[in-house]
């Protein structure tokens, strides 16, 4: 195999051109492989193989920077930057993450995990280089869902503004231009990039600006009609307007074509966008006709791309969301629901189908989004916003100063809170609580499963202003579910569970490990009561204070970091009522990053699971046993 003879950069660029072509085969088989049996971002991934071999064989890297966008069409990059052999650890515990990470290999230059951020950073990389007076290049490609988002116009507008030396390569696999990637195309692309025109072009602009008095406007009407001409057979208009000179559109799998156009740019002194088209699932049949499928896959059959079906019927959080927002549609026509760039993911693809008119789909654009359905609701309406809890974080202004500030009716629903698995740190939604809690106005709440998290919905969207939702990835417990909808009382906790020796008060999916603790404890005769506190925001202070006063041992579990999370509230609660004496104990995310693994793997290791709550809960009573409290307070369990 051609791919045996790489093992870095250099190795690539000692190969014959003739055969990289073979090499990209090759490359595409050893990721299908392991992707059928990690699973992973496939589909994006096979679709710039070609690209990104041309770009390595190209450029000098690592010594020339290449930036990629988000990091879901890496694997190649990986492979080919000396990580082959770990490459089957992909996305799993100690393995090798599914995204560019700098600590795993000098050709990661900055770490991604969220859209749109390469040609900022890359911007900033060129302008570092040009500080410090070093020589190379800087790349930074990206897709084109990611420079639909405001952050990739802003870096290319400071770009022009530089005049930085800067190569943007955009990976366009969805635009319908696909007339314009032919014979005419790639002739016109490579007439634009070589050294006559790119010669003539310049001598012709210092020519007849050198002319007195009508010379600059003489240049000015050759721009125009040079423009107007391009613009009959490339969109580039736009990137020549924000000061980038445009090259395209290339067919993003014609090596050779790709490797001319780099070649022919390398000395370009200006900012440069190199559009390429590809098409995502390349040599893939089933990834081909299947693209969104196969952008994040779980494990398949690399010979059908057949995944194994479910073993468990239970529902997953996701799709109880979408299923009760559509049967709560049916009866108020002023619910609507927007998605940025996952209405799938959401669990929102057949609200979408029920409710086209209802449903708004505003990309790659949180920040957006969220002020969008601030208008909507300024006029009336009741918008849901699904988002990740990991990309709610882009549009915390607009929560503050739109949303909470003018006090709105707008539903934030956080998928993905807590723990999310193999995609690791930058897509765990570890800090939602903390950003969310302390705004005035909004209220917060977890379901502790997937029954309560239905009647949780009809509570929120039933509010009068801000409220935000967070659930996990995953199924919910298993419990029956409710055919008729309840409307909780707000700020009101549930009693799952009586005790007299300490109390775990526990939010979101921690509530169904925490009463399982508790049974263990109990069979070990320590009374330890469960309350379930379905609200973050606003707290149940008199429940608190009363297991507080009635047990002297308050143990709270999160799914999120403890630093300013739920554990925090509760201790505040504490403190403002003049509660002294108190043992307490947190249980959730340490002061860090997590890394990636399967939602399990980190559960158990962060001691956030049945295990680590009854051993957590049971070392701290024994550490705390100093003398008895005496009860002032008993409470029965209650139903929702």
Known sequence: MILDKVNN??????????????????????????????????????????????????????????????????????????????????????????FPKREESPCDHFDVGHASTSISAALGIAAARDIKSEDYRVIAVIGDGSISAGLAFEGMNQAGHLKKNLVVVLNDNEMSISPNVGALSSYLSRLMTGNFYTKL?????NFLQGI?????????FAKRAEDSIKGLVAPGMLFEDLGFQYIGPIDGHNIDHLLETFRNIKNYTWPVLVHVVTKKGKGCEFAESNPSQFHGTPPFDP????????????????EVFGQTMIKLAEDNDKLVAISAAMSEGTGLDKFSERFPDRFFDVGIAESHGVTFACGLAVEGLHPVAAIYSTFTQRAYDQVVHDLCLQNLPVTLALD????????????????DIAYLRH?????????????????????????????????????????????????????????I?????????????????????????????????????RFVKPLDEEMIVAFARKTGRIVTVEEHALFGGFGSAVLECLDAKGIAGIKTLRIGLPDAYIEHGAQKVLRKKYGLDT??????????????????????ASFKTKDA
């Open 9 to 98: 950069t250099q190795d690539l660029r000692a190969l014959p051109q003739e055969e990289l072509a073979l090499l990209a085969s090759e490359l595409r088989e050893e990721i299908i492989n392991v992707v059928s049996r990690t699973g992973g971002h496939l589909a994006s991934s096979l679709g710039v193989v070609d690209l990104t071999i041309a770009l390595h064989y190209a450029f000098d890297t690592p010594h020339d920077r290449i930036v990629w966008d988000v990091g879901h069409q890496a694997y190649a990059h990986k492979i080919l930057t000396g990580r082959r052999a770990q490459f089957p650890t992909l996305r799993q515990h100690g393995g090798v993450s599914g």
């Open 212 to 220: 007195p008095k009508v010379g600059e406007s003489m240049f000015h």
């Open 416 to 431: 993905r809170a807590g723990l999310v698995g193999e995609d690791g740190p930058t897509h765990h939604g570890a800090f």
């Open 497 to 533: 569970k009586d005790g007299s020796e300490a109390a775990i008060i526990a939010i979101g999916n921690m509530v169904c490990p925490s009463i399982e603790a508790a049974k263990r404890l109990a069979d070990e005769g320590l009374s330890v009561a469960v309350v379930n506190a």
């Open 439 to 495: 705004v005035p106005n909004m209220v917060v709440m977890a379901p502790k499963d997937e029954n309560e998290f239905q009647h949780m919905i009809k509570t929120a969207v039933e509010h009068p202003g801000p409220a935000a939702m967070r659930y996990p990835r995953g199924s919910g417990c298993g419990v029956p579910m409710d055919q008729e909808l309840k409307t909780l009382k707000i700020g009101k906790a549930e009693l």
């Open 201 to 205: 072009r310049r001598e012709t602009k």
């Open 611 to 632: 295990d680590g709550i009854y051993a957590s809960v049971r070392d701290f009573v024994e550490k705390t046993r100093l003398k008895a409290v005496a009860p002032v």
């Open 303 to 318: 010979a059908t791309g057949r995944i194994a079906a479910k073993k468990q019927s239970i529902l997953s959080y996701t």
